[in-house]
Antibody, heavy 120, light 107 residues
Framework: QVQLVQSGTEVKKPGSSVKLSCKTS????????ITWVRQAPGQGLEWMGR????????NYTQKFQGRITLTADKSTNTAYMELSSLRSDDTAVYYC?????????????WGQGTLVTVSS | DIQMTHSPSSLSASVGDRVTITCRAS??????LNWYQQKPGKAPKLLIY???TLQSGVPSRFSGSGSGTDFTLTISSLLAEDFATYYC?????????FGHGTRLEIK
């Protein structure tokens, strides 16, 4: 059974950076895409980008270009999302998700989410 | 970017009701349309993919239809556990986009 376990709650100051992790188990990590989606309080779901560990391919939505970096550590089956220059409107729950089949953008498995609060 | 629009944005219904939620894409997405259910404090759960294929383990009271730009999610007979927010999502092209959701509430 595929599982995605995310790192814990973060509280950050405006202008700082945050790096979240998503550890996967249950299948071949490197062969699948890991996608990051966020959800601001009371709002809908927003796709941020994805990484394919086996090829190191990354795609980002234009909104986050220049502020987001997605990486993957194949040795620990862990994906990371780093977001810089944080603003108050980056306050959200951040999810990682796995699509099945890979590249389909059909998100079958999700992490439990990480709450990031940006506040001075 | 492809815009996904839900109708209605919220809906009140009773246990046992038949409910239909609509999602419209701003351009044709063939059948690259997925539906998710989300309950408060939880991650979304995939219900239907490719517009009409029921995800494994999802009850058969859920069904989906549509192609091109117009899609529907139907719950044939509501159970108490079905009260949640439902999102459509297009997987036709990047950036992947979600609708803003339909909140299904108990009447």
């Amino acid at each position: 059974q595929v599982q995605l376990v995310q790192s814990g709650t973060e509280v950050k100051k405006p202008g700082s950076s945050v790096k979240l992790s998503c550890k996967t188990s249950g299948d071949t990590f490197r062969s699948y895409t890991i996608t990051w989606v966020r959800q601001a309080p009371g709002q809908g779901l927003e796709w941020m980008g994805r990484v394919l560990p086996i090829l190191g391919i990354r795609n980002y939505t234009q909104k986050f270009q220049g502020r987001i970096t997605l990486t993957a550590d194949k040795s620990t089956n862990t994906a990371y999302m780093e977001l810089s220059s944080l603003r108050s409107d980056d306050t959200a729950v951040y999810y990682c998700a796995r699509d099945i089949p890979s590249g389909s953008d059909t998100f079958t498995f999700w992490g439990q989410g990480t709450l990031v609060t940006v506040s001075s | 970017d492809i815009q996904m629009t839900h109708s209605p944005s919220s809906l009140s219904a009773s246990v046992g009701d038949r409910v239909t939620i609509t999602c419209r894409a701003s351009q044709s997405i063939s059948n690259y349309l997925n539906w998710y259910q989300q309950k408060p404090g939880k991650a979304p759960k995939l219900l239907i993919y490719a517009a009409s294929t029921l995800q494994s383990g999802v009850p058969s009271r859920f069904s989906g239809s549509g192609s091109g730009t117009d899609f529907t999610l139907t719950i044939s007979s509501l159970l108490a556990e079905d009260f949640a927010t439902y999102y459509c999502q297009q997987s036709y092209t990047t950036p992947v986009t979600f609708g803003h959701g339909t909140r299904l509430e108990i009447k």
